[in-house]
T-cell receptor, first 113, second 113 residues
């Protein structure tokens, strides 16, 4: 157990819909990262938040957005869903100091039909 | 961050040592070698990291060549639970650099009974 919690674990929805994925980082971690992993692909960095503020953006589509709340949990919003958005979405948090290794949640598997 | 090259797949007999190679010939002087693994669509798990000295923890050993252009992750007594995709990543130490990680496809290790 990494200490990072993601909900829901599985989500099935239709094209054009909107979903929200939720992440609670490890206690004490200020950074939250979102990654997308499509079938048989490597992890693609989407976005990072640090203590409530956006810190870095990766390959995140304009249809996707995220935020980090004062209690440090984060939400990833995916809208106007397309078939190609079907993927595993991982959240990770990192040690605030030192080497900064990432701790990942178990992921949310999104299926768009 | 420098890119890495790993074999796409490897096999290992249960109870034997698994030696997973990684080439990182363009690594910079301040870049560390990190290893993560991902067990069947679960969230990636941090294993170990190092700069130039060999490192060992309860999970594995990391051997880095003197010129730092390659490294080997050693699982001393592989078990069936070690079957996973192993990712070798190089990056500058510190949480602020996590957004720059380049996740390739890793090495798919199959531990056979």
């Amino acid at each position: 157990d990494s200490g990072v919690t993601q909900t829901p674990k599985h989500l099935i929805t239709a094209t054009g819909q909107r979903v929200t994925l939720r992440c609670s980082p490890r206690s004490g971690d200020l950074s939250v990262y979102w990654y997308q992993q499509s079938l048989d692909q490597g992890l693609q960095f989407l976005i990072q938040y640090y203590n409530g503020e956006e810190r870095a953006k990766g390959n995140i589509l304009e249809r996707f957005s995220a935020q980090q709340f004062p209690d440090l949990h984060s939400e990833l919003n995916l809208s106007s869903l397309e078939l190609g958005d079907s993927a595993l979405y991982f959240c990770a948090s990192s040690v605030p100091a030192g080497s900064g290794e990432l701790f990942f949640g178990e992921g949310s598997r999104l299926t768009v039909l | 961050d420098a890119k890495t090259t790993q074999p796409p797949s490897m096999d290992c007999a249960e109870g034997r040592a698994a030696n997973l190679p990684c080439n990182h010939s363009t690594i910079s002087g301040n870049e560390y070698v990190y290893w993560y693994r991902q067990i069947h669509s679960q969230g990636p798990q941090y294993i170990i990291h190092g700069l130039k000295n060999n490192e060992t923890n309860e999970m594995a050993s990391l051997i880095i060549t003197e010129d730092r252009k390659s490294s080997t992750l050693i699982l001393p007594h592989a078990t069936l639970r070690d079957t996973a995709v192993y990712y070798c990543i190089v990056r500058v130490e510190g949480a602020g650099n996590n957004r720059k990680l380049i996740w390739g496809l890793g090495t798919s290790l199959a531990v056979n009974p």
